[in-house]
């Protein structure tokens, strides 16, 4: 099979290359060249319904919302809702971190109940029945079986190997390993006296994304978990050697994204993307975060989008949503609306800086600002990122014509007597 990064290397301008392109007002002869280079991924394996959607260069910034059921908490008509709800309030893809429960039936509700790309950690699966049980075989079954069932992308822990190991062994970290996936690819490791499979034969799992399309997220089972941990060896060892296989992937036609940190301050956090862009040969960064303090356990959102804005800024593609829960218990539906919001107002901020898409963002801006000097609250609660909410707390005012902030002192109604404009 051929696939898409092949295609745009041939020059073909693929259907998905032209609705990402239209979707995002660029060039699709940019958006093919770029897919050439592996700077932006469309995540769309062979056997999903899912509309095309564009990550990376030129695009705009995208919001990831994890869902799913834990080994505490399995109600799968919950995840489904929490999926739709995801995808109405801003998540431009989903991922499925369920751990508990049919993890096949609630794979395939989620994926049959929305229109958006959905992502999988397929390594919970192999671990279903304990890691102690996993066989490298179970991982790379894992990997097909979620392909097979329209899954547009795995993150896959590759970096997390002997030499990763060994740095962090040599690092002063609290918090050591966060990352799911990577703390349980390293308990695999150690009980079975072996590397990692999905490094030791990344060969093969190149093979199987190539079979259906799959795009690669290349987890970062070393990210910091606190701001003490952050930009630490550890850290940067693992995305040396993410670097040289999303190299490798590129050269196999496969499609790949980065994952990164965490937690960071905000300080650090430029350094942090421009050396992961580097290191990564320009790969579309998609960050955990990064959270900028660790004191704000039920804000965790908004300590997530004021990361997630700076990166942003500095490049970062993709943003995985963080909702008030994180650090404290599975997400509910609520939890999921908010932290989709916030994190759209975080890529949203980001946008408005970025060269190629910043002024589609501004754009929207000024149709705001131009709607408040109307005082034309339609207008105003239609443009919002989340219209709800803004429309509710204007019903508070009693003043249809201003709001009660500052009510008949409302300065925008009195600049308009003062420059004698209707
Ligand atoms: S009353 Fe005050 S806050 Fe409300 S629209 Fe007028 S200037 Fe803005």
Redesign the pocket.
């Known amino acids: 099979m051929t696939t898409l990064m092949e295609k745009a290397h041939a020059g073909l301008l693929t259907e998905e290359i032209k609705r990402v392109a239209v979707e995002e007002g660029a060039d699709a002869g940019d958006v093919r060249k770029y897919i050439a280079l592996g700077h932006i991924v469309i995540p769309k394996s062979v056997n999903s319904k899912s509309s095309p959607v564009g990550v990376g260069k030129l695009m705009r910034t995208k919001v990831n919302a994890n869902i799913g059921t834990s080994r505490d908490y399995v109600d799968i008509e919950a995840e489904v809702k929490k999926a739709i709800i995801a995808e109405k309030y801003g998540a431009d893809t989903i991922m499925d971190l369920s751990t508990g429960g049919d993890l096949d039936l609630v794979r395939k509700r989620i994926i049959d109940a929305v229109s958006i790309p959905v992502g999988s950690v397929p390594i919970y699966q192999a671990a279903e029945d304990g890691i102690e049980s996993m066989t490298s075989d179970d991982m790379f079954n894992a990997v097909r079986k979620h392909a097979k069932d329209g899954i547009d992308f795995v993150t896959i822990h590759a970096g997390v190997n002997h030499e990763s190991f060994k740095r962090l062994k040599n690092s002063d970290r609290i918090l050591d390993v966060v990352s799911r996936g990577g703390a349980m690819t390293l308990s695999w490791m150690k009980q079975n006296y072996e590397e990692n499979p999905f490094y030791a034969e990344y060969d093969y799992l190149l093979e199987l994304a190539r079979e259906f399309e799959l795009t690669i997220s290349l987890g970062d089972g070393m990210r910091p978990g606190c701001i003490n941990d952050a930009s630490d060896r550890a850290k940067f060892e693992e995305f040396i050697q993410l670097g040289e296989l999303v190299r490798r992937a590129r050269a196999a036609g496969v499609q790949t994204l980065v994952e990164g940190p965490g937690h960071v301050p905000i300080d650090e956090i430029g350094l942090s993307v421009n050396a992961m862009k580097h290191l990564t040969g320009d790969a579309p960064l998609y960050l955990l975060g990064p959270l900028v303090t660790d004191i704000a356990p039920g804000y965790d959102h908004i300590t997530a989008a004021m990361g997630g804005a700076v990166a942003g800024m500095h490049g970062a593609d993709f943003l995985c949503m963080t909702t008030p829960a994180e650090h404290l218990a599975l997400p509910d539906e609520d939890d999921i609306r908010e932290g989709a919001i916030v994190a759209r107002i975080a890529a949203h901020a980001a946008d408005l800086t970025k060269a190629g898409v910043r002024e589609k963002a501004r754009a929207k801006d000024r149709e705001m600002a131009l709607a408040?000097k109307d005082?034309d609250w339609n207008r105003q609660f239609m443009l919002a990122i989340d219209s709800e909410k803004a429309k509710n707390i204007h019903a508070r005012s009693k003043n249809a014509d201003?709001?009660s902030?500052?009510?008949e002192?409302?300065?925008?109604?009195m600049m308009k007597d003062v420059l004698g404009k209707k």
Do not use: N, Q, V
Not at 409 to 413: D, F, N, P, T
């Open positions: 408040r005082l201003t709001c902030m500052c009510g002192l409302c300065s925008i109604k």
